[in-house]
């Protein structure tokens, strides 16, 4: 599976469009990207995922460029309940369990009023 | 619908201790997981199932046994607890095994070992 990088960290201030990037440079043709978040103490929550175009829905966009290197997950009104650990994983879309949800340290998101 | 439910909530166990945490849901599911999570790190998967009688390993099984006998239970076992072995776990089920379908977590078991 393709290795992700994000930033640890960004502040967003409440309101604002939340950008959040993620390189994932090794990322191979069938390997989509997920986008997850955790909110302190809670499990994780799917968020989002796509293979090469962008996806909306009523939770978040997600921006793949065309070359599949990076993404950006976009929170388009920022809430204060939008503070969480935001985690992007490459996966293939298989119904084998043991590929579910293994990630790194992701980016905490923190909305400031 | 008490969603997952996960026993206890806090646990203190001295090194070569063992016990259970215990994971029950009511929703049916086929699926389900235990997660363990480090402090300022993701979630690691340590076994699953996928349905009664069905487990399997994930990326973190060393020193953990699992079994599933009934739909509704998934406890997993510490044998010989390390301090490795302090984290959160989350024990969560799905009703399908695809990364889009929604997982329900339970509200995890900290554990530290001294």
């Known amino acids: 599976d393709a290795k992700t990088t994000q930033p640890p960290s960004m502040d967003c201030a409440e309101g604002r469009a939340a950008n959040l990037p993620c390189n994932h440079s090794t990322i191979s043709g069938n390997e989509y990207v997920y986008w997850y978040r955790q909110i302190h103490s809670q499990g994780p929550q799917y968020i989002i995922h796509g293979l090469k175009n962008n996806e909306t829905n009523e939770m978040a966009s997600l921006i793949i460029t065309e070359d599949r290197k990076s993404s950006t997950l976009i929170l388009p009104h920022a809430t204060l309940r939008d503070t969480a650990v935001y985690y992007c994983?490459?996966?293939?879309?298989?119904?084998?369990?043991?590929?579910?949800?293994?990630f790194g340290g992701g980016t905490r998101l923190m909305v400031k009023p | 619908n008490a969603g997952v439910t996960q026993t206890p909530k806090f646990r203190i166990l001295k090194i070569g201790q063992s016990m259970t945490l215990q994971c029950a849901q009511d929703m049916n599911h086929n699926y389900m997981y235990w997660y363990r999570q480090d402090p300022g790190m993701g979630l690691k998967l340590i076994y699953y199932s996928v349905g009664a009688g069905i487990t399997d390993k994930g990326e973190v099984p060393n020193g953990y046994n699992v079994s599933r006998s009934t739909t509704e239970d998934f406890p997993l076992r510490l044998e010989l607890a390390a301090p490795s072995q302090t984290s959160v776990y989350f024990c969560a089920s799905s009703s399908s095994g695809r990364l889009t379908d929604t997982q329900y977590f339970g509200p995890g078991t900290r554990l530290t070992v001294l």
């Open positions: 994983i490459v996966r293939v879309a298989s119904n084998n369990a043991g590929n579910m949800l293994t």
